[in-house]
């Protein structure tokens, strides 16, 4: 981390600042502070609000946990946010994404996959629209016409918004993940710090 993390458990006697730190511990609950709100809570009110909004779009939105978890984890691989992608990439093999699945999007460059190996590692049409949405959306801000009109055949306009949502999310979490250095091993590779 390229500042210090504030103490765990963070000391303060502002009644504002003790009410910030208990909503983001029990988000948190029964895991502990992670790393990140402890970078974050040098800011209490921006601790706040990123703990408000980020719970929002991991526990609030209709996707599958499977879509979700695997545009986050695409994300990290496009930003190097491998403190994100060790947080996330479990969470999608528990979602039912398979291993392979998850060696193929830690490639940089997905552009050469065929049909049959994207298949083969378990990523059907839906999983895949999501994957490029995430790589379209972290590498150019746009979504190719295409690839949204190929969102839109496998969720509807809730959905749709949850993923774009979650990807733009995310990559303001990876962003300040990299930018900070939160967990040592951002910019590096998916094993760094193992």
């Known amino acids: 981390m390229r500042i210090p993390y504030v103490p765990n458990p963070p000391i303060t006697t502002d009644p504002d600042e003790q009410a910030i730190i208990k909503r983001i511990q029990d988000r948190r609950s029964p895991r502990p502070l992670q790393s990140l709100d402890l ?3 040098h800011s209490p009110p921006v601790a706040d609000g990123w703990n408000s909004f980020l719970g929002a779009v991991r526990t609030k939105t209709t996707l599958p946990d499977d879509v979700r978890e695997l545009a986050i984890s695409r994300v990290a691989v496009c930003n190097r946010a491998w403190y994100e992608w060790g947080h996330h ?11 392979e699945a998850m060696e193929l999007l830690k490639r940089t460059d997905l552009g050469g996959v065929k049909d049959e190996e994207r298949e083969k ?41 949850e993923v774009v949502a979650t990807v ?12 900070l250095d939160v967990g040592e091993r951002n910019g590096t590779g998916p094993d760094a710090g193992h």
């Open 39 to 41: 970078a974050l809570l």
């Open 89 to 99: 990439a479990p969470l999608a093999v528990q979602a039912g994404v398979k291993e």
């Open 121 to 161: 590692a378990g990523l059907g049409e839906r999983e895949w629209v999501v994957v490029r949405v995430a790589d379209e959306m972290t590498r150019n801000v746009e979504i190719k016409e295409e690839t949204f009109e190929e969102l839109k055949k496998w969720f509807g306009e809730r959905q749709v918004v």
């Open 168 to 179: 733009a999310a995310y990559n303001c979490v990876s962003r300040f993940l990299v930018a």
